[in-house]
């Protein structure tokens, strides 16, 4: 492979057409009814003009019930996203204090997200940013009936000899039906300027954007060879997402460096400190400092950190010391017993050894 092509499949684009320059700014984010999706999914009708499944959806507004109406068919790749977005949430805040607990009913997160709180925040940028990837990755798979591969522009910068196309995944479809879905639980709600209700739609707006940009802030240019023998005598470009796995680790540097904001008599976001960095559409705002993640808390929803596990050598979130909250924790010796020195012999079984090791697991008073 040419260096050309290995640069070209490492450069970033800047994908930004005049839909994704609008600047946008929901209040406890819900599962929006489509955690339980499956239960109908094996229905030979689910998708017909007489199914009524978009009623059967607990959790979904008013506004997101006409575009469920619309767009059926596309219900469950959003859950699949949403699902996504759980997921990796929970990857990233597997060693902290709160670590993305599901509750299980319609609010996914439970009572904490009422608190406008930083957690908030990265939990509907995530949940935006894994439905705008599902859907984007649908529409070139074939999956969804009004949108198909990516036509997006070809880049400036890309090499005159190669040739623009493939099948892409469709960035730009994927985001207009992630910000219409997504956003009308917050457009929907009247409520009053300068409000604290107003100050939480806002957040919940600019966060639900931030998410959606972190999938094409991450989006990337893919070129692949053709030719003979490895000639590369032709080579084919397309736009190709970024793995969850990077948009979660792009939003949780986003989630770190958080930017407490406050709303305006104006209806307005400020800076509630005006030495602030002023933060921008890809930034994560809140309104309120976190809860105390230490003690369980049921009205909050906080399951504190009393049987976490956690790391003794470690300095980090999840050393023992700072998940601990200083209460000090507990050690216990485990045995571990395991599979070892296995062969294959002909024909056609594997013989292993049972090898037996003991490791200590620490967990907080």
Not at 138 to 143: E, I, N
Not at 275 to 292: F, G, I, K, M, R
Not at 304 to 309: A, L, P, S
Not at 316 to 324: E, H, N, R, V
Request: net charge positive; hydrophobic share 30%.
């Amino acid at each position: 492979m040419t260096q050309q092509v290995k640069q070209a499949q490492h450069a970033e684009v800047s994908f930004y057409p005049p839909l994704f320059c609008k600047r946008t700014d929901m209040d406890v984010p819900s599962n929006m009814g489509l955690l339980e999706f499956e239960k109908w999914s094996n229905q030979p009708d689910l998708f017909s003009e007489k199914s009524r499944v978009c009623a059967r959806l607990r959790g979904l507004t008013p506004g997101q019930r006409r575009v469920c109406r619309r767009h059926k068919d596309h219900m469950p790749v959003v859950s699949a996203g949403v699902k996504q977005g759980i997921t990796e949430c929970q990857y990233q805040f597997q060693g902290r204090r709160w670590n993305c607990t599901v509750t299980g009913d319609e609010t996914v997160f439970g009572p904490l997200t009422l608190i406008a709180s930083r957690e908030t925040a990265f939990t509907h940028a995530i949940t935006s940013a894994g439905v705008s990837l599902s859907v984007s990755r649908a529409c070139r798979d074939g999956r969804l009936s009004s949108c198909s591969c990516n036509h997006a522009a070809r880049p400036r910068n890309l090499h005159s000899d190669w040739v623009w196309g493939g099948c892409g995944d469709n960035l730009e479809y994927g985001y207009k039906f992630t910000e219409v879905f997504v956003d009308v639980r917050e457009r929907e709600r009247k409520v009053k300027r300068g409000s604290r209700e107003q100050g939480r739609q806002l957040m919940n707006r600019h966060n639900n954007e931030a998410g959606r940009r972190a999938v094409i802030a991450k989006s990337r240019v893919t070129c692949k060879c053709h030719g003979v023998s490895g000639s590369c005598s032709l080579i084919t470009c397309w736009q190709q997402l970024a793995t969850f796995r990077e948009i979660g680790d792009y939003l949780k540097d986003k989630y770190e460096g958080a930017t407490e904001v406050k709303v305006s008599r104006r209806g307005k976001l400020r800076l509630s400190n005006p030495h602030y960095t002023l933060p921008t559409a890809q930034d994560l705002v809140y309104l309120e400092e976190s809860p105390n993640y230490c003690v369980r808390n049921e009205s909050l929803g906080s399951q504190g950190t009393i049987g976490r596990e956690c790391n003794r050598t470690s300095s980090g979130m999840d050393g023992c010391a700072l998940m601990c909250c200083g209460r000090g924790y507990n050690t216990r010796r485990v045995v571990i017993k395991e599979r070892c020195g296995c062969k294959f012999h002909w024909c056609c079984r594997v013989e292993c050894n049972t090898c037996v090791r003991t490791t200590e697991k620490y967990t907080c008073k």
